[in-house]
Structures are given as C-alpha cells and as structure tokens.
Nanobody
Framework: QVQLVESGGKLVQAGGSLRLSCAAS????????MGWFRQAKGKERESVAAISRSGGSPYYADSVKGRFTISRDNAKNTVYLQMNSLNLEDTAVYYC???????????????WGQGTQVTVSS
C-alpha cells in the first residue's frame, strides 16, 4: 500500500507557472505508475498526465499538452507536475494517483492523494 500527499497548490496569476509535488510513503514507489488528475468545482474529474514506473513514456491530456510536464524522482519517492502558461481553466483540485499502469484512465489507479488546490486568477 502507498500513501500519497500532494503539495504546491496555490493562487497564481494567469500566464504564471507552478510546480506540484506528490510525496509517496513506503519503499515501493518505483513499482507504481503515477498520474495527475484534476477536478474543477461542479465538473467531473479530468485526466492531466501520467508517467511510467521508470519515468519514461509520459502521457498528457490534450488540454495541457505543451504546457505541463510530469516527472518523477524514485529516489525521493516523489512525482512532480510542472505547470506553465496557466489559464483560468486550469483552476481545480489536483490529485496524484498510483497504479500498475501509466494511463490517463483514472479507474485504473488504486491509490489517491487528498488533493491540492490550484487557483488561477486573471
């Protein structure tokens, strides 16, 4: 089992950048693929990005492609989401998740963090 804790969310102006972190407990972090998802108020959960166990083969939702970068440091048990050129539509609670496959399909992830709020202002 793995526990996930997100951090780094805050209020940022449109056009700005932000880096989210997700720290995992346990010594098995490297055996999980990781994903980032988000949910805006009143909307369904949306996929953002995913990365394989080794850190290769990242996947991105079309809405963030070219602006967001997912990465991981297995030595630090942490996955990151670098977000650039933020816009108002990026406002949401961002969640990280761990699972067996690097996929943008949320139901394939077994473990979820509590989320961190990102608010983009004009």
């Amino acid at each position: 089992q793995v526990q996930l804790v997100e951090s780094g969310g805050k209020l940022v102006q449109a056009g700005g950048s932000l880096r989210l972190s997700c720290a995992a407990s346990g010594r098995t972090f490297g055996s999980y693929a990781m994903g980032w998802f988000r949910q805006a108020k009143g909307k369904e959960r949306e996929s953002v990005a995913a990365i394989s166990r080794s850190g290769g083969s990242p996947y991105y939702a079309d809405s963030v492609k070219g602006r967001f970068t997912i990465s991981r440091d297995n030595a630090k048990n942490t996955v990151y989401l670098q977000m650039n050129s933020l816009n108002l539509e990026d406002t949401a609670v961002y969640y990280c998740a761990a699972g067996p496959y690097a996929t943008l399909t949320p139901r394939l992830y077994n473990y979820w963090g509590q989320g961190t709020q990102v608010t983009v202002s004009s």
